[in-house]
């Protein structure tokens, strides 16, 4: 099927599973992952009605960026490295991965120098995966303490990855913990209106729990090729 069904597809789901937890599909935002798809595709997802585009590495983003050519919405949703920060900080409308003091501070340090604030989320390992990086939930309040008075950077909300499982509901308390621990954060005063989870396995699932942010790659360009 083409890049255009396959959103079609991903956007029924998405609305379906909005519905059946009495919430407006417009509320979600799609974000179309292209970690080592060609330009040549990204852009079929755009002309499809793409307008937020995921990058992992910021090599990618660095690289593709001036290529692209169409009016999108950037978003780094992988692990940055501070060393990495300047190549996507000029580029990306938000980053999703902020799980560190030292980083945050670095993100605010070159977005000052932009004469800008970058939109950011922090990343939670709700999961406890020794492979997922992230704050344990626990940490995220005094992190956000940390991190408030930082002038070029503005925390708008959490992110969070799943295990991988064959059976998407299995994913349902990692979701529905961030969004518990979003909604404890709201009631303390901090402003985190933004729930990015939820990805090509368990998005519906993502979205009946609460996301406004998918990340979906898969089920729009199909299976990556990792040897790139």
Do not use: C
Request: charged share 30%; net charge negative.
């Amino acid at each position: 099927m083409s890049i255009r069904t396959n959103i079609g597809q991903v956007r029924d789901k998405i609305g379906k599973a909005a519905q059946r937890s009495g919430r407006d599909a417009s509320a979600v935002t799609l974000i179309a992952v292209t970690k080592t798809h060609e330009e040549e595709a990204m852009r079929e997802a755009v002309d499809a009605g793409i307008t937020d585009i995921g990058e992992n590495k910021a090599q990618e983003v660095r690289q593709k960026y001036p290529l692209l050519q169409r009016d999108v919405h950037w978003h780094f949703i992988g692990h940055l490295q501070r060393n990495k920060v300047k190549y996507v900080i000029d580029k990306v409308a938000m980053i999703h991965s902020v799980d560190s003091l030292s980083l945050a501070r670095e993100i605010s340090k070159r977005a000052e120098r932009l004469d800008r604030v970058m939109p950011a989320l922090v990343e939670v390992n709700v999961s406890g995966e020794k492979s997922k990086h992230g704050l344990v939930p626990d940490d995220v309040r005094s992190f956000l303490e940390e991190v408030k008075d930082l002038p070029g950077i503005r925390f708008q909300g959490l992110m969070t990855m799943a295990p991988y499982v064959e059976d998407p509901e299995q994913t349902r308390p990692v979701f529905r913990a961030l969004r518990e621990l979003q909604e404890t954060l709201l009631s303390q005063g901090y402003q985190l209106e933004v729930l990015s989870m939820g990805m090509t396995n368990d998005f519906e699932v993502a979205v009946e729990e609460g996301a406004t942010h998918v990340r979906v790659g898969t089920a729009i360009f199909g299976v990556r090729d990792y040897n790139q």
